[in-house]
């Protein structure tokens, strides 16, 4: 099985000289984690004089400091440092699930012309931190090839139905918004047809600045005056599950600035609000976590997976479950902020997971 990875690559050029600062952007944000510039040299392979000759350089390129040494509080990252980290960080969450499906479907054209073992378990699924950390499992797994492609809800059941993929995400909201998303959504499964796997939750929430500096605390607040917010896609699940909040609500989404400003996936959303750009968005904790922000939860959704019911007697799924099922994979999601194993890898029917919590 061939794999195929594809990264971004950032260059910035002046008097014709193009330089690459892929590196250095890890290098930084080691430094603005830790404020000790040993610790990340350590941790990007180089000497410290190397480090130092790196930061030198590209300060010079800039003509201005990228870092800043303070006597007794260590090495912090000047304002112009900062703000490159978090420009790197900010292309890699709107670029990666791209990037990842770009990279599944080159994989997938290239790997049909090669001999190789078992036939694969092609899934869809929208992107989310489970998800992530289950492909990077399912992929040290020898013999066994996942066609992982990052979807939407809806697109993933209906790939499903067409016979596009043999197992779809979906996730579905606790409380008083499951009955009206299962209605979105039904008309793709078929009780008889299909069987659900368990996977996790994840909580949903508002994400905002690190000590929520104008006080919101409810969908109410997105509505005032002078808050700026971020939005996700209008195909996500995750868009359509705060524009069913916003009408429980009563908030009409002209209300709220920002409201069209998109990005494609958590990540993206929680590096808009942390780079300054918006002051506010919608998604899960764990994204939250990762940028520094502070997390209003609303609400916890199931997440788990659908296939055919004879899907489940193929040995390559019963690997994928097995997988689930792992220490490793439960160790993995204990690491996610906001989420949970729920019944990970086990099967259940469609009728089971519709009626529970509703």
Not at 16 to 43: C, H, W, Y
Not at 261 to 288: N, P
Not at 306 to 315: A, D, F, M, S, T
Request: proline share 5%; aromatic share 8%.
């Amino acid at each position: 099985m061939i794999r195929i990875e594809i990264e971004p690559v950032w260059r910035f050029s002046k008097d014709g000289e193009p330089r690459s600062m892929l590196v250095m952007l890890d290098f930084l944000n080691e430094i603005r984690a830790t404020g000790k510039i040993a610790g990340a040299a350590d941790q990007a392979g180089m000497s410290y004089r190397h480090a130092w000759n790196l930061i030198e350089k590209w300060s010079a390129f800039f003509e201005t400091p990228l870092v800043e040494r303070r006597q007794g509080r260590g090495t912090t990252l000047t304002p112009l440092g900062d703000k490159l980290v978090w420009a790197g960080q900010r292309l890699r969450a709107r670029l990666k699930p791209q990037l990842e499906n770009l990279s599944q479907e080159l994989e997938t054209e290239i790997n049909q012309f090669i001999p190789h073992g078992p036939s694969v378990i092609r899934v869809h699924a929208s992107h989310g931190f489970a998800v992530a950390a289950l492909r990077d499992l399912l992929a040290r797994e020898p013999g066994l090839e996942i066609d992982l492609r990052y979807v939407s809800n809806q697109t993933s059941l209906a790939s499903l139905a067409r016979d596009g993929c043999d197992l779809a995400g979906m996730h579905l909201p606790r409380g008083a918004l499951r009955r009206q998303s299962i209605a979105a959504q039904k008309e793709w499964l078929a009780p008889g047809l299909h069987r659900a796997i368990g996977f996790v939750t994840r909580d949903m929430g508002l994400m905002v600045k690190r000590g929520n500096p104008l006080g919101i605390g409810a969908p109410a607040d997105l509505a005032r005056p002078g808050v700026s917010f971020v939005n996700r896609d209008p195909d996500s699940g995750t868009r359509l599950l705060f524009d069913q909040i916003l009408a429980q609500h009563d908030i009409a989404a002209a209300r709220i600035e920002g409201y069209s400003k998109i990005e494609f996936t958590h990540a993206a959303v929680a590096a808009y609000v942390a780079s300054g750009m918006a002051d506010v968005c919608f998604g899960v904790e764990a994204a939250a976590r990762q940028f520094g922000l502070d997390f209003i939860p609303l609400l916890t959704e199931d997440y788990f997976f659908v296939c055919h019911r004879p899907l489940l007697e193929q040995e390559a799924m019963k690997r994928v479950l097995a997988v689930m099922q792992s220490p490793a994979f439960h160790s993995a999601v204990a690491r996610l902020p906001g989420y949970a194993i729920n019944d990970a890898g086990v099967v259940k029917t469609v009728r089971d997971v519709f009626q529970r919590a509703e």
